[in-house]
């Protein structure tokens, strides 16, 4: 009898953690953290000894606990892909830094971080390996460089664990590996189970035309991007539509780019961001002083947070909030409650002290790595399981009882829920 736990992302999106006991090995697939609320929220603890942890890619909201797992005296192998490792390193190294900032608990330290790199084992899509009598199969997700879909065959069955995907192609990436074979079982992310995307390119236009609005006034634009993926793409698409003003990138943006650049098979074109970035002549910001100095001229600035929570962004919001011609493209979406949520709800931005009444121009663009309302229920009918589990969304609930009434046994878990696979 095999049996799943679900100890994190189960009617929420953020700390995704599924337990999977197989009877003879116990295998995690991700211990992340959910960052949108204060305190930092973590997955339910793990109380049996580990023999692996599969890692499906490098963000906080499926790696961010991982460290956890080894302050508690976990030893087992941690394996995802070699860029996912570089990224992890980026991301878990920063969110301590900003945990210990903001005062929040401890739950683990440098050391265990540390832990948690020294005992990555990289892997290869579609390259199988073994978790004692479990075999294992990763396929590409789509959703960023090395993101995982995995595959475990165990006890005569087939669990699927989809974490984030996406099948359409972005600028960026190829939309995910869904030549797989029908399985059992079937545990989704549902982000976008109630809605489709707009159409891409018009949003890629959008985001041009607000860009060129800004530098025809003599102003700024400033692009807000996530560092992982978000920022490559909008590099990209910044090249497809041939840009000519200075353009510059700033904060864990630039850290994250160096990393994707370290692995050029991974993007859609070989090596297509460095080619984008020398085409476009993309200097980087390094210290304040340059900051000061390039708000002196039009240019395009992008930079993180995607969100508007923190880095060199509020900085650029503070110097240029009241400036007409200048435009801020947000290019994620934005969780409710942050900064970038409530400048699109009320006009204000509103960080620690600031409470700023906007009067640059600002606009959302959509692009999502998540797949579509349709296409999720594409790939469900494709690998055709006999159970489903949704997890990682905001109505979970909803996506399971459509996806009963097509016929599937379908159940979106609570968390701390308990499963029998027989």
């Known amino acids: 009898m095999i049996r799943l736990s679900f100890l994190g992302g189960t009617r929420e999106v953020g700390r995704s953690a599924t337990l999977i006991d197989t009877e003879t090995e116990k295998i995690l697939i991700d211990y992340g953290i959910k960052i949108s609320v204060k305190p930092t929220q973590y997955p339910k603890n793990v109380k049996a000894k580990l023999d692996g942890v599969l890692l499906s890619h490098g963000h906080l909201d499926h790696s961010g606990a991982i460290p956890v797992l080894f302050h508690q005296g976990q030893k087992c192998p941690v394996h995802g892909m070699e860029i996912t ?33 020294r005992n990555f084992k990289p892997m290869k899509y579609r390259k199988p390996f073994n978790i004692g009598k479990t075999t294992v199969t990763a396929f590409d ?27 359409s192609d972005t600028r960026l990436i190829n939309g995910a590996d869904t030549d797989i074979p029908q ?48 920022t490559q793409e ?14 510059y990138i700033d904060g864990m943006a630039r850290k994250a780019t160096r990393i994707i650049n370290e692995h050029p098979e991974l993007q859609r074109e070989y090596n297509q961001v460095n080619r984008a970035m020398q085409r476009l002549k993309v200097k980087p910001i390094t210290n304040h002083s340059m900051r000061k100095k390039i708000l ?85 009918k494709k690998v055709n399981p006999e159970r489903v589990f949704c997890v990682h969304g905001d109505n979970t609930e909803g996506f399971a009882e459509e996806l009963s009434k097509e016929g599937f046994d379908a159940v979106a878990p609570k968390l701390g829920e308990n499963f029998s696979i027989e």
């Open 234 to 247: 909008v590099l990209s698409i910044l090249d497809e539509y041939n840009l000519q003003e200075k353009i």
């Open 85 to 117: 490792r570089s990224l992890s390193r980026m991301i878990l190294f920063d969110s301590y830094k900003i945990g210990r900032y903001e005062g929040e608990k401890e739950r683990y330290s440098k050391t265990d971080i540390n832990k948690t790199l």
């Open 296 to 380: 002196k001229e039009p240019c395009i600035i992008i930079t993180t947070s995607g969100m508007l929570t923190g880095g060199p962004i509020a900085y650029y919001i503070e110097k240029l909030w009241d400036r007409k011609e200048c435009s801020l493209s947000l290019t994620g979406f934005q969780v409710p409650g942050t900064e970038g949520a409530v400048l699109l709800e009320t006009g204000h931005y509103i960080h620690g002290d600031l409470d700023l009444p906007i009067k640059m121009s600002v606009r959302k663009f959509d692009f999502s790595s998540h797949t579509s309302r349709s296409e999720l229920f594409k790939f469900v």
């Open 141 to 167: 997700a789509g959703h960023i460089p090395g993101s995982a879909i995995y595959l475990l065959e165990t006890q005569n069955k087939r669990i699927l664990y989809t974490s984030d995907f996406n099948t």
């Open 183 to 230: 399985v059992d079982v079937l545990i989704t992310e549902s982000t976008y189970a109630q809605r489709e995307h707009p159409d891409r390119q018009k949003q890629e236009k959008g985001m041009i035309e607000a860009i060129e609005g800004a530098l025809a006034n003599e102003g700024i634009a400033l692009v807000a991007c996530f560092a992982i993926a978000r």
